[in-house]
């Protein structure tokens, strides 16, 4: 049984930065794509940024392109999400994600993840 545990969410001024880390169990780590999405109020779960098996093939949704990396470490089973010069729209409840096929996981698209966090709270005031 997958689980995922997100974790380094909480409240930053807009220019500052975030560590998001997500600590998984019940599966093996390093078989699965992962992904990172959010979902601001009264808007849909998007896409953030994803990552292959093995770490080195990384994707971003434009509007996060270099200012968030994405990297895992599976000898600790951890995913991470890097956010610098965060904006205020950037808050978000923030989704930790596994893809067992890892089909279509470059996309960002939700459908292409099974199994989810319960999140982690992102709040940017300016």
């Known amino acids: 049984q997958v689980q995922l545990v997100e974790s380094g969410g909480g409240s930053v001024q807009a220019g500052g930065s975030l560590r998001l880390s997500c600590a998984g169990s019940g599966y093996t780590f390093s078989a699965y794509c992962m992904g990172w999405f959010r979902q601001a109020p009264g808007k849909e779960r998007e896409g953030v940024a994803t990552?292959?098996?093995?770490?080195?093939?990384?994707y971003y949704a434009d509007s996060v392109k270099g200012r968030f990396t994405i990297s895992r470490d599976n000898a600790k089973n951890t995913l991470y999400l890097q956010m610098y010069s965060l904006k205020v729209e950037n808050t978000a409840m923030y989704y930790c994600?596994?893809?067992?096929?890892?089909?279509?996981?470059?996309?960002?698209?939700?459908?292409?993840?099974?199994?989810w966090g319960q999140g982690t709270l992102v709040t940017v005031s300016s």
């Open positions: 990552i292959n098996r093995g770490g080195a093939g990384t």
């Open positions: 994600a596994t893809s067992s096929s890892c089909d279509n996981y470059y996309a960002l698209r939700r459908d292409a993840f099974d199994s």
